[in-house]
Structures are given as structure tokens and as C-alpha cells.
């Protein structure tokens, strides 16, 4: 009897373990930041929340209060790759005429 699962064994891929650890690696500091943004809200109630925004007109609420866990890693994060950016590519800022 033939098998009708037969013909998956001529679409197998191989993929280079480098590119399993990228993406495991991007899962894992996804599921950090989704923490860190629902773990920083625990931090205030919704009283506090209001006391510290200006509501106006009832359209927009402009919020102000101290800077969040979520807040202070999306700024190290966006800084480490600024300053690894200009790193990578410095030779192409150098050379203006």
C-alpha cells in the first residue's frame, strides 16, 4: 500500500541553525517587551492615570507622569542601534564633499 503522505518527503528544507536562533531570539525579546508594556501599566491605577492628564474637549488626552520600564528599554534599545548604525556605516557619513 502506498503511503499518501509519500510525497512530503521531497519538500523537506534545511535551514541554517543561525537563522533558528535569530528568530528564536526575536520571539523572546518580543514576548520581553509585550511584558514590559503590560507589567508597566500594573504600576498605576486608573485614579493616578487621570489625575495626571489634561483631557480636552473629550477628543484627546495628553497624559504626563513619570517615564515607564516600557519607555526607558525602547530608549536604550533605539539608542544601542543608533550608535550601531554610525558604526556600521561611518565610512559613508566621512566621506562628504
Known amino acids: 500500500m502506498n503511503n499518501p503522505y509519500s510525497y512530503l ?15 528564536l531570539a526575536i520571539i523572546a525579546v518580543a514576548a520581553i ?5 503590560v507589567k508597566s501599566s500594573d504600576d498605576f491605577t486608573v485614579e493616578e492615570t487621570e489625575k495626571n492628564s489634561d483631557d480636552f474637549a473629550g ?3 495628553d497624559s504626563h507622569g513619570p517615564v ?5 528599554v525602547a530608549y536604550v534599545f533605539i539608542i544601542i542601534w ?5 558604526a556600521q556605516h ?3 557619513f ?3 564633499p
Open 9 to 23: 518527503n521531497m519538500y523537506i528544507v534545511f535551514v541554517d541553525p543561525v537563522y533558528v536562533y535569530i528568530s
Open 59 to 61: 477628543v484627546i488626552r
Open 90 to 92: 561611518w565610512s559613508e
Open 33 to 37: 517587551l509585550m511584558w514590559l508594556m
Open 82 to 86: 543608533a550608535v550601531a548604525y554610525l
Open 68 to 72: 515607564t520600564k516600557w519607555l526607558w
Open 94 to 96: 566621512a566621506t562628504f
